[in-house]
């Protein structure tokens, strides 16, 4: 019985091992009649063409239907010439699974080939576990492809990406831009720092003058806000010097004032290139009338070959709040695809740098451009196919931190489809989003959609403050400061029609700001700016006054506000005072005399006893900041002198004020 056993034992170790011999001569590369040899070297021979060697293949897998190695030959040479005829590859999966049953360690590619397959299927799981198998049994391996193990790796890098991608897709309705959309193509948005206008570029059919053929033709176009929120109306091509000639304009930047534009004309070169540069216009005064102004934009001139180059293509600029920096998008044989530039102007000279690309991680070696640098001057948006994204061009956001623009991070779903996605812009206020797209709810070609942009991808946020001073003059200059009197920046007032504008960052001040309008020899002039009163990202400024010194005539303090049947001074009050102290330390040729007025609310003689205890709070106060007392006088009027009648709170309101006198000492 004990023989019996062990016999049986043998025989099943032996059987066992039969087994794999013959399993592991199916994977290789068969052997036998010359038919049988000559085969296998007709599907070795790299020399063939591919059809060859698949029918070789299939020979040898009819003679041998029991050899994995002539059913991979078949299956691989099969799969490639399906992906390159663009037919589909997944009939070949079961041939792939059987190979891996007994043969993976010689053709760990079968796995490979599985993952491609599984990711087409919209198996991602499956696809990233087929990956890894096929990095695992690669290891030692000398016949695999090392384009494949990087492709595999890749792979792997794009389904984690997705699949966070799809975690964290933003729940968001992307909708047309109402008032700007048409049956032709509209794309490349710019909008005004106020929020106020939408330009874009139109793309049409068109017969121009002298041609006999119809010519696809790009256009600028503008469209204002009317009162709705994000609706634009009054949809208008804009006029001479835009549009004019036959070249194709679009692309357009402006800087804070609005002021200045910069945009793209493209024109064919001598030897037919679509030449595209970068041009620039300004906003001239042509005439002032009651007060009013009327402008015209100046003809064109190019930025000169600092940024623009014959036979190159530069086109899209974005431009940073103050002016100064210019980022745009760059093709020629030497750049690495498109990439984005910067270049840098000189404040004084007004001269660009020589535009370089733009350092950071924004530039790869695929395309980059439609460059969107928000007025908050650290927060970049892009379009890019050289990125990980869902496919064609994807947008994305990179902030700059330190100097250095970090890391891109792609805007995800579902702003970015597996289509293309050009050319966002962002609000001032950050909390609107424009961009073109031919795939969401588009009504022809190219639209402009917008949508409400997530927190996560907003950028700084920030106020625009802007307005007129009255009587501007050279070299007046505003000084932006914060209640405890620290000096914010200065802001620059145009001697023309005397415009500012600047930006301010809201992390950075909690509490109103106080602007002051300065020129030596004129009078003391300042409103106080709340940020929290800001409208879409934008302070309108009251219409401050620069008026030369004159003796022996009232001037308005703004702001120097108390609380009700108070002569208490509020902390914003004393933030002004502490300008108008500075004013007196840099005249000290004048003392003044401190005027109280109220409306009638109230009693006569109470009104009187308020304007003259709220004078002498000012005068204090005065003296507190090291104005010398000798030079201050204080008198309330009570409710004797209104500017206006008390009948209306507007009234009342003008009524409501504190006015200084200088004399000459």
């Not at 023989?3 to 794999?20: D, K, P, Q």
């Not at 620039?280 to 180059?309: M, P």
């Not at 002498?616 to 209104?642: D, W």
Request: net charge negative; glycine share 8%; with cysteine.
């Amino acid at each position: 019985m004990r023989t019996f056993i062990a016999r049986s034992i043998l025989f099943g170790v032996l059987l066992f091992l039969g087994n794999i011999i013959a399993a592991q001569e199916t994977c290789d590369a068969p052997e036998g009649s010359r038919k049988i040899r000559s085969l296998v070297e007709e599907v070795m021979d790299t020399t063939k063409n591919s059809e060859e060697r698949l029918s070789a293949a299939i020979a040898l897998k009819r003679e041998l239907p029991e050899s994995k190695w002539a059913l991979y030959q078949k299956t691989e040479l099969q799969y490639w010439r399906n992906w390159s005829y663009q037919k589909p590859v997944e009939v070949l999966e079961d041939e792939l699974l059987e190979i891996i049953e007994t043969c993976i360690d010689q053709f760990p590619l079968s796995y490979y080939y599985l993952g491609n397959i599984a990711y087409l299927k919209g198996n991602p799981e499956e696809a990233k576990s087929r990956y890894q198998e096929f990095i695992k049994y690669s290891r030692g391996a000398e016949n695999v492809p090392l384009i494949r193990l990087r492709e595999a790796k890749e792979s792997i890098g794009v389904l984690d990406f997705q699949a966070k991608v799809d975690e964290e897709a933003f729940e968001i309705k992307i909708y047309p831009l109402a008032g700007v959309n048409t049956a032709d193509q509209e794309y490349l948005p710019a909008i005004s720092p106020d929020n106020r206008t939408m330009f874009f570029t139109k793309k049409f059919p068109e017969k121009l003058l002298g041609e006999f053929r119809t010519v696809e033709t790009e256009k600028l176009m503008s469209a204002s806000r009317m009162g709705v929120e994000n609706e634009f109306f009054q949809l208008s091509e804009m006029e001479h010097p835009f549009n004019s000639g036959k070249g194709n304009y679009g692309g357009l930047a402006t800087e804070l004032t609005g002021k200045e534009i910069f945009l793209t004309i493209c024109n064919r070169s001598k030897s037919g290139y679509a030449n595209c540069d970068i041009f620039r216009s300004e906003k001239r005064i042509s005439a002032i009338e009651d007060g009013r102004v009327y402008y015209y934009w100046e003809e064109f001139d190019t930025l000169g070959t600092q940024i623009n180059h014959p036979e190159q293509w530069e086109s899209q600029p974005t431009i940073s709040a103050d002016g100064l920096t210019m980022l745009y998008s760059k093709y020629s044989d030497y750049t690495n695809g498109i990439d984005i530039y910067i270049s840098k102007r000189d404040s004084i000279g007004g001269i660009w740098s020589d535009g370089k690309p733009l350092g950071g991680k924004v530039n790869t070696a695929g395309n980059e451009k439609a460059p969107f640098l928000h007025p908050d001057g650290e927060t970049l948006y892009f379009s890019s196919d050289g990125h990980m994204g869902l496919g064609g061009y994807d947008l994305f956001v990179s902030r700059l931190k330190d100097g250095i623009w970090e890391k891109p991070r792609n805007l995800g779903k579902p702003i970015n489809t597996e289509k293309d996605e050009h050319g966002l812009i962002v609000s001032t206020d950050g909390k609107y989003a424009y961009f073109a797209s031919n795939t969401i709810n588009s009504r022809g070609d190219y639209d402009i959609m917008t949508f409400e942009l997530p927190d996560a991808l907003r950028p700084e946020e920030i106020v625009v403050y802007k307005g007129f001073v009255d009587n501007p003059t050279d070299g007046a200059t505003m000084e932006l400061s914060t209640v405890d009197g620290k000096k914010i920046k200065d802001i620059n007032v145009s001697s023309g029609d005397g415009m500012f504008a600047t930006i301010v960052k809201k992390k950075d001040l909690k509490d109103p700001i106080v602007a002051t309008v300065k020129k030596k020899g004129y009078a003391f002039t300042s409103e106080l700016v709340d940020l929290e009163n800001e409208k879409a990202g934008l302070i309108d400024s009251k219409k401050l006054g620069l008026k030369e010194i004159q003796t022996d005539e009232p001037y308005r303090i703004n702001d120097i506000n108390f609380s009700s049947n108070s002569y208490e001074l509020t902390r914003s009050a004393k933030s002004v005072l502490m300008q108008f102290a500075e004013f007196l330390k840099i005249n000290p040729s004048y003392s003044v005399d401190i005027q109280g007025h109220t409306d009638n609310i109230g009693g006569a003689a109470a009104n009187k006893e308020l304007s003259i205890n709220r004078a002498l709070a000012v005068k204090k106060y005065l003296i507190s900041l090291g104005i010398k007392a000798n030079r201050l006088g204080h008198v309330g009027f009570g409710q004797e002198q209104p500017l206006e009648s008390n009948e209306t709170e507007e009234g009342r309101a003008k009524n409501r004020r504190t006015e200084f006198v200088l004399r000459q000492r």
